[in-house]
Nanobody, 121 residues
């Protein structure tokens, strides 16, 4: 699976941004998909994940109520809508996938290149 993330940029606190990740695969509906981020000097963390059908989602506590993950199986694309952005959301964001139906971060084994999100105060 090849994953291509896009949509990052420089925004101000309180702004919104939508990340997209296009998957080059014939089996998109077999994939659980996730968004991860890594801030400078910090470990990579899972931000959100979505099940194969889209019926199940996971969010890390710090983004609940602000971020929404979704997928469009017809377009082989997963999105991360980020609202009310905070400076602490600044990070490189990565999309990732797994053939397992899971939100366990360590089981995500296909990664896209990152897209940088910078939130100024």
């Amino acid at each position: 699976v090849q994953l291509q993330a896009s949509g990052g940029g420089l925004v101000q606190a309180g702004d919104s941004l939508r990340l997209s990740c296009l998957a080059s695969t014939r089996s998109f509906t077999d994939l659980s998909l996730g968004w991860f981020r890594q801030a400078p000097g910090k470990e990579r963390e899972m931000v959100a994940a979505i099940s194969r059908s889209g019926g199940g989602t996971y969010y890390t506590a710090s983004v609940k109520g602000r971020f929404t993950i979704s997928r469009d199986n017809a377009k082989n694309t997963v999105y991360l809508q980020m609202n009310s952005l905070k400076p602490e959301d600044t990070a490189v964001y990565y999309c990732a996938s797994t053939l397992r139906n899971t939100v366990t971060p360590t089981l995500y084994d296909s990664w896209g290149q990152g897209t940088l999100v910078t939130v100024s105060s």
